[in-house]
């Protein structure tokens, strides 16, 4: 909008070749006369019109009567015979009046009293004629119209004084009566006009000018209404800029001036790919120059109009109703264009909020979202890692995307999640860095502020899929509003996180599987039994951190936004909570604690590594013992000192092994509870934490 002043329409040429048709061919046209040659105050300077005489050679009655025919023409910026117009050096639009030197003191100095006046009309003029022009705004158009009006009124009063003169009715002292009441109220609109001017004002520049001035001349009853008199004059033009954005949300601004300004180059598009959702925040942002009447209520007139767009850009279009009541074409102490205000952004907002809970179903895809992404509904998520276990071990560069997107619509299908009419919105994507990298990556003053140490966190070797894998979900128009890309961005760090553990806890059954599987055969000597009470010890584990997450973290603060939204006034409002919930979430997972996550990554991979290396503990124990069994008597009496020597040797090796992955989990297991104990007065949910990992609490 700032470029809309190059595109004004010009002034015609004619306006300034042909000066008669404006109103300074007055002073203009006396320029050229001897009276602009004039280097001092010589009495030479002071004769026109053939005469030679100084205003001094006549008699104190005669002068009178010439310097009242004289301050009569200067009232209208006109040159008399012995009072002339001067224009100050240094200073183009100010000027000072002069008189000849030689009249009476007395008359001088009266005519010194008015001449205040006359300055002040003729700056006034020029501003008037000045500030008409397209150039200079809406604003500055309706102040000069005003005060175009308010110059009819003066020059109706210097007409009727002068034709008091011709009847020979008005002294000098009487033309200094009846010059005061407008000298005040001159006097402050050429105050005005010259602070202006001579910082080029515009727009709400000039009614926050005006306004102060108003405030200003609170003693003097008279000039103050007339200078609120002419922020209502000027305010009207603006009142119509204001008027269309908050009742239709279109911004009707030629010249640049209302304090809202579009950006066009972002799009509603973008918010599906841009992280900090700059369409949302910046398409529509408040620029310096607010009007002082309008500034405590600035954020609720640009939402308003910002709804209303966004309700434009559904195809669903809109307006506030209006009555003859709710114009904004005036304002003053009453505050009503306040009201209106208020009443268009209830109506826009309540507009915008049932569009998009009633017509887009906002809180049914929050729902859908909250099924897959935080694992609510999880019998899917099985099959999909039943079927995909052999892509997601590959490395990243070998794993193909298109296939993970293939099995996981197999997935979806061929369990209750196809009776979800929102599943064909996800997809599946692989990130190219860890957890803890991608947390890193969040763009968050609050989560940049408490993982300080994002450069030092260490990226895992040989990451796979499983450590990658992440689900996304299609978001439409104008649901991005509110499941923005940043928003989509965090949903996704948490399912990572719940994804791991989940498939910690499938290695971790898979490995209390094989234990089960020998119970029956004959484990007298073998290191089995401490094998499964370690599986069984790590399995606790992982299980109480999945309980924490699922269902004292993820569901009560679901259940809590859920609410929130019911009640939510505004889409705003929506937006707030449903980042708020987000942002505990991530927050009550550890995610944004890294001295804790980085905990509880080793543990799980511990877990991991001895959920792999069970077969080889189970099968190295048990192997010999049944092929003792399975011998002969006589053979395996003839070689018993050789197998027990192996057993023995074997045996010792998967104790070592087993008391090694035992050490170590329980070492790093009874290090969470200094951190957890020390963050718990800060934290208060890490205090449920401990007694669902650590055993504090009643053993589940």
């Known amino acids: 909008m700032d470029s809309a002043n190059s595109s004004c329409p010009s002034t015609p040429r004619w306006n300034v070749e042909r000066p008669f048709l404006t109103g300074r061919f007055h002073q203009e046209s006396k320029a050229m006369s001897r009276f602009a040659e004039a280097k001092g105050l010589s009495m030479e300077s002071f004769s026109c019109s053939g005469v030679d005489k100084a205003i001094g050679c006549f008699d104190a009655a005669v002068q009178e009567l010439i310097v009242i025919d004289d301050l009569l023409s200067a009232m209208v910026a006109i040159e008399g015979r012995y009072i002339s117009i001067k224009r100050v050096r240094g200073k183009?639009?100010?000027?000072?009046?002069?008189?000849?030197?030689?009249?009476?003191?007395?008359?001088?100095?009266?005519?010194?009293?008015?001449?205040?006046?006359?300055?002040?009309?003729l700056m006034i003029s020029q501003f008037v004629e000045s500030r008409s022009q397209f150039k200079n705004g809406l604003v500055n158009h309706a102040f000069a119209a005003a005060l175009r009006a308010l110059l009819l009124d003066y020059q109706a009063m210097v007409a009727q004084l002068e034709h008091q003169f011709q009847l020979g009715r008005?002294?000098?002292?009487?033309?200094?009566?009846?010059?005061?009441?407008?000298?005040?109220?001159?006097?402050?609109?050429?105050?005005?006009?010259?602070?202006a001017s001579a910082n080029n004002f515009s727009g709400s520049a000039v009614l926050n000018l005006l306004q102060s001035q108003a405030k200003a001349m609170a003693g003097d009853n008279a000039v103050r209404l007339l200078l609120e008199k002419m922020v209502q004059c000027a305010s009207n033009a603006y009142l119509g800029i204001l008027e269309r954005w908050v009742y239709e949300g279109v911004i009707d601004d030629p010249y640049g001036e209302f304090f809202i300004v579009e950006n066009k180059s972002l799009q509603k598009e973008s918010l599906t790919q841009d992280y900090d959702a700059k369409y949302w925040r910046q398409r529509y942002s408040l620029k310096d120059g607010i009007p002082s009447f309008l500034a405590n209520i600035a954020g609720t007139i640009s939402t308003t109009g910002k709804y209303l767009n966004?309700?434009?850009?559904?195809?669903?279009?809109?307006?506030?109703?209006?009555?003859?009541?709710?114009?904004?074409?005036?304002?003053?102490?009453?505050?009503?264009?306040?009201?209106?205000?208020?009443?268009?952004?209830?109506?826009?907002?309540?507009?915008?909020?049932?569009?998009?809970?009633?017509?887009?179903?906002?809180?049914?895809?929050?729902?859908?979202?909250?099924?897959?992404?935080?694992?609510?509904?999880?019998?899917?998520?099985?099959?999909?890692?039943?079927?995909?276990?052999?892509?997601?071990?590959?490395?990243?560069?070998?794993?193909?995307?298109?296939?993970?997107?293939?099995?996981?619509?197999?997935?979806?299908?061929?369990?209750a999640a196809a009776a979800d009419p929102c599943h064909e919105d996800l997809t599946c994507c692989v990130e190219r860095s860890s957890l803890l990298k991608g947390l890193g990556a969040l763009k968050d003053v609050e989560t940049i502020r408490n993982i300080s140490d994002v450069s030092n966190l260490e990226e895992p070797l040989n990451v796979t899929g499983l450590e990658t894998f992440s689900l996304s979900y299609k978001v439409q128009w104008p649901l991005s509003i509110v499941i923005s890309r940043k928003a989509l961005r965090k949903y996704q760090l948490i399912f990572r996180f719940l994804f791991h553990c989940k498939h910690v806890d499938r290695q971790l059954c898979g490995a209390w599987q094989v234990h089960q599987g020998v119970r029956a055969l004959n484990m007298r000597g073998t290191a089995i039994s401490r094998s499964s009470l370690l599986c069984r010890s790590m399995l606790k584990f992982i299980n109480?951190?999945?309980?924490?997450?699922?269902?004292?973290?993820?569901?009560?603060?679901?259940?809590?936004?859920?609410?929130?939204?019911?009640?939510?006034?505004?889409?705003?409002?929506?937006?707030?909570?449903?980042?708020?919930?987000?942002?505990?979430?991530?927050r009550e997972c550890l995610l944004l604690l890294p001295d804790l996550?980085?905990?509880?990554?080793?543990?799980?991979?511990?877990?991991?590594?001895?959920?792999?290396?069970?077969?080889?503990?189970?099968?190295?124990?048990?192997?010999?013992?049944?092929?003792?069994?399975?011998?002969?008597?006589?053979?395996?009496?003839?070689?018993?000192?050789?197998?027990?020597?192996?057993?023995?040797?074997r045996n010792a090796a998967v104790t070592d092994s087993i008391l090694k992955f035992e050490r170590e989990f329980n070492a790093e297991l009874q290090s969470l509870g200094p951190i957890l104990s020390s963050s718990s007065q800060a934290e208060p949910y890490l205090t449920h934490l401990a007694q669902w990992i650590l055993g504090a609490g009643k053993d589940q």
């Open 92 to 121: 183009e639009d100010s000027v000072t009046f002069l008189v000849d030197p030689s009249m009476d003191l007395a008359l001088q100095e009266l005519a010194k009293k008015i001449f205040p006046l006359c300055e002040s009309f």
């Open 170 to 195: 008005l002294s000098i002292q009487g033309l200094w009566f009846y010059c005061q009441p407008m000298m005040g109220s001159m006097l402050a609109l050429s105050i005005v006009i010259q602070r």
């Open 310 to 415: 966004v309700m434009r850009e559904c195809g669903h279009t809109v307006q506030v109703p209006v009555s003859e009541n709710s114009k904004l074409m005036t304002f003053g102490s009453n505050h009503h264009y306040l009201e209106c205000i208020k009443a268009a952004y209830d109506f826009a907002s309540s507009e915008l909020l049932n569009l998009i809970k009633e017509k887009y179903d906002l809180v049914g895809k929050l729902r859908s979202i909250k099924h897959y992404l935080l694992l609510d509904q999880g019998d899917f998520l099985v099959h999909f890692m039943d079927i995909a276990r052999d892509e997601l071990t590959k490395k990243l560069d070998d794993i193909s995307v298109e296939k993970l997107q293939s099995l996981l619509d197999l997935a979806l299908r061929t369990t």
């Open 544 to 586: 109480s951190l999945l309980h924490y997450l699922t269902f004292e973290v993820l569901e009560p603060n679901w259940h809590i936004m859920h609410n929130r939204l019911q009640s939510a006034k505004s889409i705003d409002e929506v937006i707030q909570h449903h980042d708020f919930f987000l942002d505990k979430c991530l």
């Open 597 to 649: 996550l980085k905990k509880v990554e080793r543990l799980k991979s511990l877990c991991l590594q001895y959920a792999a290396a069970t077969q080889w503990l189970v099968s190295s124990s048990i192997d010999i013992p049944k092929l003792d069994e399975s011998s002969h008597g006589s053979l395996g009496n003839s070689r018993s000192p050789s197998r027990a020597l192996k057993l023995s040797t």
